[in-house]
């Protein structure tokens, strides 16, 4: 096979290649290696590349691969996936992308040990912004992250290390997680399939409800198919977590290779109350024309907008900013935080405790607030960012507010759907006017990846956007 399309073949099929011994391990873990060192220079997505280590690992494998018999049952055997920076890794720092944290984690985090688990083969640790508070993955201790459609401006963050490095061919998936868009808004800006799944339905451990509830951990993905995977071997709530959701009927793979059949989906632009924003024509093109898409597939697609209130964003804001002044008030030196992240971190003290107890209190009915668009219909399909993603730099030396207001403004469709728990993703909708990909969000049932990924593989049937690199990464 081609180095370049293997790079881009995706983890389902580059697992499929292992077990059929018609690659090895160490074949595609030294391919990626190579593609890092030669162009993540000018990317900055992996903060630490463990190459040494990841070659042992893809030794390991093939030497599992070939004492199997019958053949192994790890899905993942030998294929190599990337870690965001706030994920434990045994061994290694999580530093949150700052230089205000120290000492290495004594154990993987537990979604880390379910990938190992399946055979998956560690390959690196993704950059971040500070304290992974910015759709934006730009910090003075590890320099700016860049998107590969245009290196002048941002993936997107603050999973930006891994959206960059799965756009570029550089690694088949990488782990994210997702406060309030931080998965989906570099999928959405870098052209892949990202999926915020039910809350619980991936361990945090060892965090305990970060963010007040709101963060989420999951994968970036060049297609469907390799979302369904990992949602597969990794799902499952663990007694630190909580009570998680029930299992699925049938196993993510199954439900996104399976048709959805003619589905009822409310679609609906508004911007929550309490955002300045408005949308791109390239954001608005892309959500139109997804509507005349899915029609042209047999869906009914009515007009709805969510009942947001006056209350969806501030319940947002209140477990952001007291989150944040929680991670700044763990770390070893907080002297060494960035201006602007000390002042968010004392703008979420300054929230009174009953404050926060009443925002989480409020959840359940702002949950059934919000989901009254979904007693009827299936599926809710918004715009995912309202405008491109920001130049390199261009938010860097601005103030807390200003910065706030200024994001709140690019991403108002993700936040809310953190507050009430349930699935969301990034679809891709083709490339705009200046040759960046555009997105749209879906949203679905409290419980329900399962329409999601099978309503996803059909639009990727219809836009198969894996076939589609970023020039200068082939």
């Known amino acids: 096979m081609?180095?370049?399309?293997?790079?881009?073949?995706?983890?389902?099929?580059?697992?499929?290649?292992?077990?059929?011994?018609?690659?090895?391990?160490?074949?595609?873990?030294?391919?990626?290696?190579?593609?890092?060192?030669?162009?993540?220079?000018?990317?900055n997505a992996f903060?630490?590349?463990?190459?040494?280590?990841?070659?042992?690992?893809?030794d390991q494998a093939d030497a599992r691969r070939r004492a199997a018999s019958p053949p192994t049952q790890r899905p993942l055997l030998g294929v190599p996936i990337a870690v965001k920076d706030d994920i434990d890794v045994a061994g290694e720092t999580t530093p949150?992308?700052?230089?205000?944290?120290?000492?290495?984690?004594?154990?993987?985090?537990?979604?880390?040990?379910?990938?190992?688990?399946?055979g998956a083969v560690i390959i690196g640790k993704t950059n971040v912004p500070e304290l992974t508070q910015w759709p934006f993955t730009e910090t003075g201790t590890y320099g700016a992250t860049r998107n590969p459609w245009d290196l002048q401006r941002a993936p997107g963050g603050s999973s930006g290390g891994s959206g960059a490095a799965v756009a570029a061919g550089l690694v088949g998936?990488?782990?994210?997680?997702?406060?309030?868009?931080?998965?989906?808004?570099?999928?959405?800006?870098?052209?892949?399939?990202?999926?915020?799944?039910?809350?619980?339905?991936?361990?945090?451990?060892?965090?305990?409800?970060?963010?007040y509830g709101l963060s989420v951990n999951g994968i970036l993905t060049r297609n469907v198919a390799d979302t369904a995977l990992f949602y597969d071997v990794a799902s499952g709530a663990i007694a630190s977590d909580g009570e998680g959701p029930p299992e699925p009927a049938t196993p993510f793979s199954q439900a996104a290779a399976t048709p959805p059949g003619r589905l009822k989906i409310a679609y609906s632009k508004r911007i929550p109350l309490g955002v300045i924003s408005s949308l791109s024509l390239d954001s608005k093109r892309a959500f139109e024309d997804t509507i005349e898409l899915l029609r042209s597939l047999g869906h009914e697609l009515v007009e709805r907008d969510?009942?947001?209130?006056?209350?969806?964003?501030?319940?947002?804001?209140?477990?952001?900013?007291?989150?944040?002044?929680?991670?700044a008030g763990a770390v070893a030196h907080p002297e060494r935080l960035e201006p602007r992240t000390r002042t968010m971190a004392r703008i979420g003290g300054a929230i009174p405790q009953q404050l926060l107890d009443r925002s989480l209190a409020g959840q359940a009915e702002l949950t059934r607030r919000l989901?009254?668009?979904?007693?009827?219909?299936?599926?809710?399909?918004?715009?995912?960012?309202?405008?491109?993603?920001?130049?390199?730099?261009?938010?860097?030396?601005?103030?807390?507010?200003?910065?706030?207001?200024?994001?709140?403004?690019?991403?108002?469709?993700?936040?809310?759907?953190?507050?009430?728990?349930?699935?969301?993703?990034?679809?891709?909708?083709?490339?705009g006017a200046e040759g960046l990909p555009q997105s749209v969000q879906i949203v679905g049932r409290v419980n329900d990846e399962a329409t999601?990924?099978?309503?996803?593989?059909?639009?990727?049937?219809?836009?198969?956007?894996?076939?589609?690199?970023?020039?200068?990464?082939?």
């Open 2 to 43: 081609d180095p370049v399309d293997l790079a881009y073949a995706g983890i389902a099929r580059q697992a499929q290649l292992i077990a059929d011994g018609e690659i090895s391990s160490r074949e595609l873990t030294e391919m990626y290696l190579r593609r890092i060192e030669r162009l993540d220079t000018e990317l």
């Open 47 to 58: 903060r630490i590349v463990l190459g040494e280590r990841a070659l042992m690992e893809a």
């Open 96 to 118: 949150y992308g700052t230089n205000a944290t120290e000492g290495a984690a004594r154990t993987d985090a537990e979604v880390v040990r379910r990938l190992r688990e399946a």
């Open 173 to 211: 998936a990488a782990l994210g997680s997702d406060g309030a868009g931080s998965i989906r808004i570099p999928a959405a800006w870098c052209g892949l399939f990202g999926l915020k799944g039910q809350r619980s339905r991936i361990s945090m451990a060892p965090r305990q409800r970060p963010w």
């Open 306 to 327: 969510p009942d947001y209130g006056a209350g969806a964003i501030p319940a947002v804001l209140v477990r952001y900013l007291r989150g944040i002044h929680s991670d």
């Open 371 to 431: 989901n009254g668009v979904l007693e009827d219909h299936d599926v809710l399909l918004t715009p995912a960012t309202a405008t491109p993603p920001p130049r390199i730099g261009q938010l860097q030396g601005r103030g807390a507010l200003w910065t706030i207001n200024a994001v709140a403004g690019m991403v108002p469709y993700y936040g809310v759907w953190n507050v009430t728990g349930q699935p969301a993703a990034s679809v891709p909708a083709g490339i």
């Open 452 to 474: 999601l990924l099978s309503l996803a593989a059909q639009m990727e049937a219809e836009r198969p956007w894996a076939e589609q690199r970023p020039p200068g990464f082939a």
